[in-house]
């Protein structure tokens, strides 16, 4: 996958060439022009598409799970800005209020084997 600088140099790139065979095609028509400029339109979409930011990586999510007599209670997760937090109570492991709050990275609380945690809210910023 491409960066975002790189992206951004792509469609100034694109951006001129496309400006350069409308002047050309505007002044003198070919099919060879027309075939060009249509190339550059399609690929400017494409860079547009691609530096517009809206996929799934950027998406948040978290994940709580509670299996074999685990617990969770009273420990709300909050992810922002492409971060996940992920909360495993299990074999009798609780988490009781132990918010977690996430922004822009991962957190992870994990309590098994009859482990607890217990007041210690988790701030990854």
Same mark, same amino acid.
């Given at each position: 996958?491409l ?5 951004a140099?792509?469609g ?8 350069i065979?409308?002047?050309l095609?505007?002044?003198? /028509? &070919? /099919?060879?022009l027309?075939?060009?400029?249509a190339?550059?339109?399609v690929?400017?979409?494409? %860079?547009a ?5 809206s996929g799934?990586?950027n998406?948040?999510?978290? $994940?709580?799970r509670?299996?074999r $007599?685990g617990?969770i ?11 996940s937090?992920?909360?495993?109570? !299990?074999?009798?492991g609780? %988490? !009781?209020?132990s918010?977690?709050? &996430?922004?822009? &990275? ?8 009859g482990?607890? %945690? !217990? ?7």
């Amino acid at each position: 996958m491409l960066g975002p600088k790189t992206v951004a140099a792509a469609g100034v790139g694109v951006s001129v060439a496309t400006g350069i065979v409308t002047n050309l095609i505007t002044s003198q /028509w &070919s /099919w060879s022009l027309a075939a060009a400029l249509a190339v550059l339109v399609v690929a400017g979409v494409a %860079i547009a598409v691609q530096s517009s930011g809206s996929g799934a990586p950027n998406r948040s999510r978290v $994940h709580q799970r509670a299996n074999r $007599h685990g617990l969770i209670s009273g420990s709300g997760a909050t992810a922002r800005d492409g971060a996940s937090v992920n909360q495993k109570a !299990t074999r009798a492991g609780r %988490i !009781t209020d132990s918010p977690a709050l &996430s922004r822009g &990275s991962d957190a992870r609380q994990s309590a098994s084997r009859g482990g607890e %945690i !217990t007041n210690s809210p988790l701030d990854a910023s």
